[in-house]
């Protein structure tokens, strides 16, 4: 991530002398944070106020350029400070209170750290004569958020504040971004010192993030790109965070190389591109991952192999030499063993492949790859009207996949859309195409529930010229719901899309393939979203059929102030097909049967229900056996529970 958005917004606010000028003036620790934050760039804190980080909140009615967000829980500032900054790549910034707030805080801090979304998380703490004292609402900040952030800071004299509050910065939003945790005493906040906002470079020891690849780690990947058949890119979200997206597709075209996205990397490549494939891993396309496991070639670009992509690592792609080019040296065989790890900005090594980069396009290789994907394609629910419709789809049921496909296209594939976590973020992830960088936020490597609302609260306020849509379930939903006040009182204008299956989805999935159907603490009484959301004044319209979604959409869509609700009440035991389980071979998916299968199926089930007998081997569909996988797969029910 460059450095490019700080330091734009500085307004010098000097609340004592009012001139703004690089001569020391006097100012209490408060003051000081107040003018770094101006000095960053940052125009809006989320935040939530209490003791220990009263006079921070003081000093702020001072510098009204920074507006403060008063969120209904630190969580939220968290997560709203992360969605900020993955909907512009600017660092987002969160405040709280020592003790539970700042612990309140943690969820939001390690989504931020697994995804490396740049933020700052200003706290304050007890004083510094009362630390280790078990003060009231005294918390180890610092220590608890050890492995969670990028790096923190306990700061113990006003003297290092404006240094830290610049190193934070810097930290967070260079190389891999991530979160950092600044930790103010409140006596340091008291404290004046003279203030003069250091201006030469930051040079932090130890921390220098590369820009270009050696040569011969750039001659030794063409060479493999070269010399491969079956080549395939798999494009993380650290192209969009490089803002690599052209070279990306250039590199993709020159040398005729298919694409497969990650999660968060959707949205590195238009998923209209002719090259590009679509999602790999868990729920990805089964066509993307017989792709990675027929190649030769793997060119992982800005991803982790993070084990929802890769599956067993013992049979990943197993016939592939691999390139790996990240920002992060540790990334490199933190998994998957490559044979050339690239350490770099992707950007600049992008452009270093490019200028050499040569291929012959084996068209064998594509028509494989269409092969596959003609079979999924028979295999596919969702589609168009005029088609014919695969028999597994139940009859006048609202699907939570038909929600997605519509409202990408009554949205026309242009907002930002920020989801939660389960089943309808996987549909999202499979049914609504992304063109755009930066315009699919989720918790891809946490998976965290509650992530949804605030995540989009926070991508609106930084991209108010953008239509935003929070799709949740119903379960994450009501993690985080209380932030629909948030919302109202900033007047955001999200749009709510909450897939109401009256259970905890995914999870439900799982006990029904892994768990013989014991659905256990997964069936969920809920509220009425509707009335619930009118009583904070948001207008709401429930949906029960897929004819009504257009209008619903569209109704939504017309309201341009505060934030808008839809309840769509979908199939409750809907399954997101296709599915790798945990631990199984990338390619050992359980599938949708193709409409032939499910027929044969159909008579299958008739047929035993005259005369019961055992299934045969034969009547389970061969790419639907269940595979060895650390869950206790319940092979038989597999077989008779494929219809959604
Ligand atoms: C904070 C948190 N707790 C638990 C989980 C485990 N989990 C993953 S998906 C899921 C179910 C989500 O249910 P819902 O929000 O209704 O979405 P659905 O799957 O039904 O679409 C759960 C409990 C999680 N990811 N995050
Ligand atoms: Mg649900």
Redesign the pocket.
């Known amino acids: 991530m460059s450095d490019e958005n700080a330091a734009t917004n500085r307004e010098a606010v000097n609340p004592r002398n009012g001139d703004g000028g690089a001569d020391a003036v006097v100012l209490t620790g408060a003051e000081i944070v107040c003018e770094c934050l101006l000095h960053e760039g940052v125009d809006i804190v989320f935040g939530y106020p209490g003791g220990a980080i009263l006079p921070t909140y003081d000093a702020l009615t001072k510098y009204p350029q920074l507006h403060h967000v008063l969120t209904r829980h630190e969580q939220g500032a968290s997560h709203m400070a992360d969605g900020y900054a993955r909907a512009t790549g600017k660092v987002g910034v969160a405040m709280a209170t020592s003790g539970p707030g700042a612990t309140n805080l943690v ?1 939001g801090i390690a989504t931020a750290m697994m995804d490396s979304s740049p933020i700052v998380c200003i706290t304050g703490q007890v004083p510094t004569g009362a630390i280790g004292s078990d003060a009231f609402q005294e918390t180890d900040v610092t220590g608890i958020t050890l492995p969670i952030t990028k790096h923190n800071y306990l700061v113990t004299s006003i003297d290092e504040l404006p240094e830290v509050m610049r190193e934070a910065f810097h930290i967070a939003r260079t190389g891999r971004p991530g979160p950092v945790l600044v930790d103010i005493p409140k006596d340091v906040q008291i404290q004046e010192a003279e203030f003069v906002y250091p201006t030469e470079p930051i040079q932090l020891a130890g921390y220098s993030p590369p820009k270009t690849a050696r040569a011969r780690q750039v001659a030794a990947a063409l060479e493999l790109i070269r010399d491969s058949k079956r080549p395939i890119i798999l494009a993380g979200h650290g192209i969009s965070m490089a803002g690599a997206n052209r070279e990306l597709a250039q590199l993709a075209e020159k040398a005729q190389i298919p694409i497969a996205l990650t999660l968060l990397g959707k949205g590195a490549i238009s998923e209209h591109h002719p090259l590009c494939l679509g999602m790999m891993g868990m729920h990805g396309g089964a066509e993307v991952n017989h792709a990675i496991q027929q190649a030769d070639l793997l060119i992982a670009l800005g991803m982790r192999f993070d084990d929802r992509v890769t599956g067993n690592l013992a049979t990943y792609a197993r016939d592939s030499r691999k390139i790996h080019v990240d920002i992060d040296p540790s990334e490199i065989n933190k998994n998957v063993t490559v044979d050339v790890g690239i350490v770099g900005d992707l950007g600049e090594v992008l452009r270093q492949l490019l200028d050499r980069v040569e291929r012959r396009p084996n068209e064998a290789w594509f028509d494989r790859i269409a092969e596959w994907r003609a079979d999924s394609e028979l295999r596919e629910i969702v589609r168009p009207a005029e088609a014919p419709q695969h028999p597994a789809v139940p009859e006048g049921k609202l699907l ?1 996949a038909q929600v997605i496909r519509d409202l990408f296209e009554f949205t026309a594939g242009g907002a930002i859309t920020v989801t ?6 996987m549909w999202e992830a499979q049914y609504y195409q992304h063109e755009r960088p930066h315009s699919l936020i989720t918790s891809g490597g946490l ?4 992530f949804g609302l605030p995540a989009a609260i926070g991508a609106k306020m930084s991209r108010p010229d953008q239509e935003v849509w929070a799709i ?6 009501q ?1 985080t719901m209380m932030e629909l006040a948030t919302a109202v009182q900033e007047r955001v204008n999200v749009h709510i899309a909450i ?1 109401n ?1 009256g ?7 799982w006990q029904e393939f892994f768990y013989e159907e014991r659905y256990n603490q ?1 069936p ?1 009484v809920n509220p009425d979203f509707c009335k619930l959301a009118e009583a904070y004044g948001i207008p709401t319209v429930r949906v029960t059929e897929r004819g009504q979604i257009e209008e619903a959409v569209n109704a939504s869509r017309a309201q341009t102030a505060g934030p808008t609700l839809i309840d769509f009440v979908v199939e409750k035991e809907e399954i997101v097909f296709p599915m790798v389980p945990a631990g199984a071979d990338l390619d050992d998916m359980i599938r949708r049967p193709t409409p032939a299968e499910f027929e044969q199926q159909r008579r299958g089930r008739a047929v035993a229900a005259k005369a019961p007998e055992p299934q045969t081997p034969e009547s389970t569909p061969p790419e639907s056996k269940p595979s060895e996988s650390e869950e206790p797969a319940a092979a038989a029910a597999l077989g008779s529970r494929f219809g959604v």
Do not use: A, E, K, S
């Open positions: 969820t939570g939660d976590v389960g089943q309808h973020q998976g965290t529930m509650g949740v379930g119903d379960g994450g939903f993690m897939i299956n259970f905890l989805g995914m999870v439900r999935q997964t969920m």
